[in-house]
């Protein structure tokens, strides 16, 4: 017996590769205020993509992205960056605006986009700190074997950067910032951001009222990185401290030994936000 088998047609368009139209990322270009919001260093990495609100992928940067579409889209593009430094925690950064535009899509052709970019206006800034004004606004610790002072030997931006430095007969340094009263503690987004060079391990954190809390250990660099740290759950984990301190630090252990005999630690355009 014979068995007549059928299948639907399908015509050649609907088996060829749909031909996308592109966009072209290479940075962002992040714009502030800076005596009300501080320096435009940033360190965006990612390119969190949304056509139509729709997520179309996370790219890294400089990227060329296909998509799947033809003619005017709403096309939302936010910075992403690596939260604490880490590598494996890329996040969009909520503190930025995104970039926001209706788009003409064109099958074939590249549109060039670098997103302008600034905070968004609902933001506070509690710590401002570009190591330029003639005083500084940090305490140590009772034991810190030094302070940080003003230095024009390695500057990120304008004329000082802060510099901590430890002779090889020194092994502790610990300095916190101003005493901070207005965090949220509801679970809203806080960050420190900071640019930064050092040839030793330093740790942050945070005094939550008398409790001290640590929270990233940032690794040595030979030039400027920048880094965004996230206080938004240690500091909502102490709803009840009432004052809250950053704090780095740096110490000498026998497990730990210093990595060089001379520590030294440099720090620019500090900012504590929140909304």
Known sequence: MLVGLSFPSCSKEKLEAQIPAYIAIDHFNLTTNTSTQGSASEKIVDAWVYVNDDLLGVYTLPAKIPVLAEGVRNLKIY?????????????RYLMYTPYDEQVNFVVGETITINPDITYQ??????????????????????????????????????????????????????MQTTTLTSLPTNGAPIALEFDYKCNETMLVGIYAGTEQLSLVFINPTTSWNKIYVNLTGIVSSRPNAGSYKVYFGILDVPSLPFLTANPELYFDNMKIVHF
Do not use: C, W
């Open 79 to 91: 910075a992403g960056i690596k939260e604490n430094g880490i590598g494996s925690t890329r996040v």
């Open 121 to 174: 206006s609902s933001l506070q800034f509690p710590f401002l700190e570009d190591f330029e004004n003639a005083s500084l606004p940090f305490s140590y610790h009772a034991n810190s074997d030094t302070d940080l002072t003003k230095s024009a030997i390695d500057v990120f931006e304008g004329d000082f950067s802060g510099r901590v430095f430890l002779t090889p007969s020194m092994s502790f340094f610990e």
